[in-house]
């Protein structure tokens, strides 16, 4: 018998499958394909949420920092002119004890203690007018306190040398001062007040800021959280429909067990070579070669085609293994790759030889025109035992088989079949005695030193 496919022509389809899938994987949703084998949307709008999230942090530091700073100058500000109103009220102590000082010495003291004051309030006052400089109202307000000042001093200062002269009296610089004093440090107390309310709307305003920047920040981090998820969910189901896409292909040109058993396995041998007790089973169809040589070419794929599906379908619906076709002889394999319990193989392999001459025949009514009214005949022969199974050759090109005296003796035995006819080895016939079959003959056959008991079943 004549291969439909060898095993280099079987994996050179399958090397091909695997290329052009991997070059069409991303391509195939009209996107560019990046080297992560994401699509290249995916990783702008990743970019694009990661630089967000970046600004946005950088904005809450830089605004954080500003506040920082700018409640630092307040804070200092409120300090500054607290201090400013002590030493405002010390300078008009001094002056309390200048009028009521009669000694001379001690009297030039404390007017140089007064002139000293004077100098520490203008120059705080002057500090305060540079902390205040960004605020316009309170910086136009320092103004007149720093001039309200200066003039106050310089008056008591030309009293107190009238006074010194006794031109005027005590009374008199008391009634000049009277009530400007108090003025000048409610002036300051309303500056205080006024920082306070800066202070107080600054630091709303960062905890408006930070609040709205914690909201996008927390926004963003989970748009880019979702779009992680969304982007995992999409990636995924991409794989999901990629395995299932090449399962399906690959399924065209290996045994379908040996398929899942590949996509679910990462390990590279994924059939080790083992002992093993399957069923193998051998269908041919008698005179076909014979045949090829009287029809057209394409008749004869056609009846190929029809029978090798139909058949091919029948193995599965039994669990059957296609392990290979051999022109117009398949071979079937029972508890291989996947186990399959003894007696369930043998049952499962009875089943579908039963089912594939029922539909070998309805086949060959639909081809009796085709082929000038020829019948033509299905032979099939089953034996199981223990065998060696698993993947053979090197590691560039694997082929799963089973191989030895067991596979050889169920290839002999469809051999020597009676047309349309199943014949079982006595080793089947032992582990499901009540299979109805005709009474046992024993064959010589090739390769087997002695004869063989042998039962045959004849389908309905």
Excluded at 217 to 246: D, G, H, P, Q, R
Excluded at 431 to 454: S, Y
Aim: hydrophobic residues 45%.
């Amino acid at each position: 018998m004549k291969f439909i496919m060898t095993d280099a022509k079987r994996m050179n389809k399958i090397v091909n499958l695997f290329q052009k899938k991997s070059l069409s994987d991303n391509t195939s949703l009209g996107l560019p394909a990046s080297i992560t084998h994401l699509p290249i949307w995916i990783i702008i709008i990743g970019i694009v949420l990661a630089l967000l999230i970046s600004i946005s942090g950088f904005m809450n530091i830089y605004f954080l920092n500003t506040s920082h700073h700018e409640i630092e100058k307040i804070n200092t500000s409120t300090s500054l002119a607290l201090s400013t109103q002590i030493e405002f009220e010390k300078q008009f102590t001094m002056l309390h004890y200048i009028l009521l000082e009669k000694d001379q010495l001690q009297y030039q003291t404390y007017f140089h203690k007064f002139s000293y004051q004077y100098t520490i309030v203008q120059n705080q006052l002057f500090n305060l007018k540079l902390l205040l400089k960004d605020f316009p109202n309170i910086h136009n307000k320092m103004n007149d306190i720093q001039k309200y000042h200066k003039d106050l001093t310089e008056l008591l200062i030309d009293e107190l040398f009238q006074y010194k002269d006794n031109l005027t009296t005590v009374d008199d610089v008391y009634s000049i001062i009277k009530g400007k004093d108090i003025i000048a440090i409610e002036s300051l107390n309303n500056i205080i007040s006024e920082i306070n309310n800066i202070n107080y709307e600054i630091a709303m305003k960062t905890k408006k800021k930070y609040f709205i920047l914690s909201i996008v920040s927390i926004s963003l981090i989970s748009i880019v959280t979702l779009s992680l998820v969304i982007a995992i969910l999409y990636i995924t189901k991409l794989e999901k429909k990629f395995i299932f896409n090449i399962g399906k292909q690959l399924s065209s040109y290996l045994p379908i067990q040996l398929v899942q058993l590949i996509l679910r396995q990462e390990k590279q041998e994924v059939v080790p070579i083992q002992k093993k007790f399957i069923t193998v089973c051998f269908t041919d169809i008698e005179g076909f070669t014979k045949l090829t040589d009287a029809i057209e070419p394409e008749i004869v794929a056609e009846i190929l085609n029809d029978y090798l599906s139909e058949m091919t379908v029948v193995a599965h619906k039994y669990n059957g293994t296609v392990d290979k076709f051999l022109g117009d002889g398949i071979m079937i394999l029972f508890g291989a790759p996947n186990s399959m319990p003894t007696a369930i193989q043998i049952e499962n392999a009875m089943t579908m030889a039963v089912e594939m001459q029922t539909i070998f025949k309805m086949l060959n009514d639909k081809w009796k025109i085709k082929i000038n009214n020829n019948i033509l005949h299905l032979r099939i022969g089953i034996h199981c035992g223990m065998t060696t199974v698993g993947s053979f050759g090197p590691p560039e090109r694997l082929s799963f088989t089973a191989i030895g005296k067991i596979v050889n003796i169920a290839f002999r035995l469809q051999q020597l079949c009676n047309s349309d006819g199943i014949l079982i080895s006595e080793d089947v016939k032992n582990i499901m005695p009540q299979i109805p079959v005709n009474e046992g003959i024993a064959l010589n056959v090739k390769g087997i030193d002695k004869p063989l008991e042998v039962y045959s079943i004849q389908s309905n």
